[in-house]
């Protein structure tokens, strides 16, 4: 195995934890907002780790560049989406556990 075939496994074992570990906390946190940001996370790194690896591992400089510019995609879409999504969930009525400390959007509400 070469350096870059190494470089390509970790960064996709990588990619997987954070995919796994947004899995579960979509599963165990207890409201809407901290599943979104647990999954909006897990889907970002996990996704870029993958699409980093999968550049490398390529060779072609022109592949990478199209990878790396769906990672910029994946930066500026998966918080705005996030964000979109927890703005219309507070909207329609849903709050935040009681262990959460802040909670912005009803500040910015009233």
Known sequence: MTLIDLLTVALLAVGVFFFIVGTIGLIRLPDVFTRMHATTKGDT?????????????????????????????????????????????????????????????GRDIE
């Open 45 to 105: 790194l996990g996704a870029v780790s993958i699409l980093i690896g999968l550049a490398l591992y390529s060779g072609d400089l022109f592949t990478a560049v199209k990878m790396f510019i769906i990672i910029l995609f994946l930066f500026w879409a998966n918080p705005t989406a996030s964000h979109a999504i927890a703005k219309a969930a507070y909207r329609s009525g849903e709050r935040p556990c009681e262990d959460t400390l802040d909670d912005a959007y």
